[in-house]
């Protein structure tokens, strides 16, 4: 974008020309998640940065107006147009940048959904997970193991006796974590397939929240892959938990993986 400001000679004795000013700038769409759109009563933002504004200038124009993201900073990290970005990416006009606190450690019944030729399987969903249909999704012939992993909502959390749980995501990045997640694992294990589901909203005592199915032709590798996948997982993908207690409810802090670059 460029702002230019013309002074008429009239305008100013003793001015013999026009006086021309340019500014250049880029506008960009902000999007908070979990606690950060809490903390800054928001979910979405427009800002207008000088040219050459970085990722992390956003991150400082926003922690300038709510200190309580400063105090968080080295916990979040931020993404460009659904990426993982360091401090200092260079943002351009029309950039969406997402801050993103700590994790929680469509089509049918899918919000998002990214399925390989080769038959694996990621998606979100705000129902319940549907197992069995999964299961025969993926499970092949020549298969002699399948292993599900489910991570379900227990009715406790630090002493205090758990409600019920709400989970978001930046959904767009997060199924596409996932599938990369997926499909680097499949490529250095002897699998067939791999099935990694996530569900988002309002869930209850004993529901599943993630589902990770995998395939192989032993039980070794099947194991092995499903728990590295619900490990990655919860240290990469872009997805908060809510926990409501009887007397309150709080956002559950986790870690990113080291890999990310966090502000």
Known sequence: MVNIHVAHPSATPGLRGASVTMTLSVTIRILFFGMLKDITGRASDSLEMPEGATAGAVFDHYASAFPPLDTARRSI????????????????????IALLPPVSGGTGPYTHVLEDPAGHFFALTRRPIDIPALRARALTPEDGAIVVFEGVVRN??????????????????????MARIGRDIAGTSRITRIAIVHRLGRMEIGEASVVVLVTAPHRVAAFAAALEGINRLKKLVPVWKKEHFADGEVWVEGAWDPSVAEL
């Open 77 to 96: 990290v931020v993404a460009v147009n659904q990426q993982f970005a360091a401090r200092d990416q260079t943002l351009r006009d029309g950039d969406e």
């Open 156 to 177: 406790n959390s630090g002493g205090r006796r758990t409600l019920f749980l709400d989970y978001e995501g930046y959904e767009p990045m997060a199924v596409e974590v």
